[in-house]
């Protein structure tokens, strides 16, 4: 069997008059692999055909083009890898291959309906995206995202660029590929319309081919029930949907990962605060609005330097949100996470475009961090609300720096 399904990509991909584009994605358990995912499609270069191989690793992609015997040789060994999803798509059908946790093929063969796809051809390829604006998938269409013809309505044209910019930075993350066979666990903390939650849960299952149980919080009841109906209408009973404040959530299993999506104001510390308890491997926030901190500036003196810039409303309350993230940047990266903070989409979306990704595993209180803390702590006069949210496991690891400042 497993000669069958191979035979049956392998031929598909070798038909460069008929293939559009092939995707090899996920591995199987127990296995690792040196990339995310592999895209193979035909490119034209000087009137002769290539097959052009794309490597997607956590952090970049390497593209190689072969002719002949060579793109044969190439594609023979890819298909030695123990890839768990096979996509193929040609000008007449899509093919879909699975395999299970045992290895057994699960094949699936439509039709193209209407007109044949047509084969592009262009060597400067566009942008790939994770999730391809013509290919038809069933959780956009059950989100409001895409028709039922399978295109991105033009008022979702922006939540649709959103959607695959926040997958790739979660890609790029690395950590994705550690988790190999185990089962993981994913909480999106105040979800909201839950896009991003039904498109995290579909890149982790079915682009990456991983086990994943994910829940979805939020304090909106009545936006839940519609999210649960939507994931039982896709058949994806491993998401569900709780109506819970983030700081009372109890989660049966420690996440895995903690989600906080332009959760409001403190709900993002609560966020960053509940997967830094949970010892969670990776943390992926993108902070909204920044009161907190805002009003304690707002009540005391500001620092003689910045004067200039208190008397103006708009940059003061920039000043306030820089200053808040990062306070959470340093605290996540004193609990032992590597952290960095990033353009999550261009303003032109959203004046909300920052993402602090951070994953676990480094050690805990590192001195120069701690200082750093301190030192922005004093002269500022404040305390981030994710300090007091940490409580005493935190305010210990600033002991030891306190008395020399």
């Known amino acids: 069997m497993a000669t069958d399904y191979k035979e049956l990509v392998r031929t598909n991909i070798m038909d460069q008059e008929k293939l559009v584009r092939a995707t090899f994605s996920g591995s199987l358990p127990g296995q690792n692999l040196p990339w995310v995912r592999v895209v193979i499609r035909p490119v034209l270069l000087k009137s002769e055909r290539f097959l052009q191989f794309s490597h997607f690793d956590s952090r970049k992609d ?76 069933p959780f956009l269409q059950a989100v409001g995202i895409m028709t039922a013809e399978g295109k991105i309505k033009s008022d979702m044209q922006s939540k649709f660029r959103q959607i695959n910019e926040f997958l790739k930075l979660l890609d790029q993350t690395g950590v ?24 995290t849960y579909h890149y982790f299952k079915n682009v990456l081919g991983l086990e994943t149980k994910m829940v979805g919080i939020d304090v909106q009841s009545n936006l839940l029930e519609r999210h649960a109906a939507n994931a039982e209408s896709l058949g994806w009973s491993n998401l569900t949907f709780e109506a819970s404040r983030i700081i009372e959530y109890k989660a049966e299993v420690p996440p895995d990962v903690v989600l906080a999506l332009h959760a409001c104001d403190t709900a993002t510390d609560e966020a960053i605060a509940q997967g ?36 103006h409303g708009i940059l003061s309350e920039r000043l306030g949100d820089i200053l808040t993230d990062t306070f959470r940047a340093l605290i996540l990266r004193i609990m032992g996470y590597r952290t960095d903070v990033v353009q999550f989409v261009s303003t032109e979306h959203t004046a909300k475009n920052l993402m602090i990704r951070s994953v676990g595993g480094l050690p805990v209180g590192d001195p120069k961090f701690v200082r750093e803390y301190n030192e922005l702590k004093e002269y500022w006069s404040v305390t981030p609300y994710l300090e007091r949210l940490l409580g005493e496991a935190f305010t210990r690891l600033l002991a030891p720096q306190l008395a020399t400042i």
Do not use: M
């Open 62 to 137: 390497i593209t190689k083009n072969y002719s002949g015997s060579e793109a044969s040789d190439r594609l023979d060994e890819l298909l030695s890898f123990p890839f768990r999803n096979f996509h193929v798509e040609t000008t007449e059908k899509v093919i879909q291959v699975n395999l299970s946790k045992k290895g057994k093929p699960l094949i699936h063969e439509s039709r193209v309906a209407g007109e044949k796809k047509p084969v592009k051809l262009s060597h400067n390829r566009e942008k790939d995206l994770i999730l391809p604006a013509d290919k038809p998938e």
């Open 276 to 311: 830094i308890g949970w010892q969670s491997k990776l943390i992926v926030a993108a902070p909204c609005c920044h009161h907190e901190l805002q009003e304690q500036l707002h009540n005391q003196s500001c620092p003689a330097p910045f004067r200039p810039v208190s008397r």
């Open 176 to 199: 994705l590929k550690e988790f190999g066979s185990a089962p993981v666990s994913v909480l999106d903390c105040g979800c909201g319309n839950a896009y991003l939650t039904f498109a």
